[in-house]
């Protein structure tokens, strides 16, 4: 028989840094405050400093293994929004007028 036939076929470095995320994310949720089931993005985000995008998309795909007491997690962020950052709203000091001379 030939070997190839019995391997395994190899993962990509992408899936195995997904599946390592995937294993993180697991355990940081097992540690972090539950409050009627739900679990929130952003104390996910913080406890594992997975980026951003990818945890939102780790999240929503199916296979996350939950605690018992988790019955759902909540993708929309109190810390992230989507709109602008308002410009800084204070006033620039005007420059004294130069003193004429007569």
């Not at 945890?55 to 988790?70: A, M, Q, T």
């Not at 810390?79 to 308002?86: A, G, L």
């Amino acid at each position: 028989m030939n070997e190839q036939q019995h391997s395994k076929p190899e993962s990509t470095p992408e899936e195995e840094m997904k599946a390592s995320y995937k294993r993180a994310i697991e355990r940081a949720i097992s540690h972090l405050p539950v409050k009627n089931g739900v679990v929130n993005i952003d104390s996910i985000w913080i406890e594992t400093c997975i980026p951003y995008e990818i945890l939102n998309e780790l999240l929503r795909e199916e296979g996350l293994e939950l605690p018992d007491n988790v019955d759902r997690i909540n993708l929309k962020s109190n810390v992230r929004t989507k709109d602008k950052i308002q410009a800084n709203r204070r006033r620039r000091k005007r420059k004294p007028k130069a003193k004429s001379k007569q």
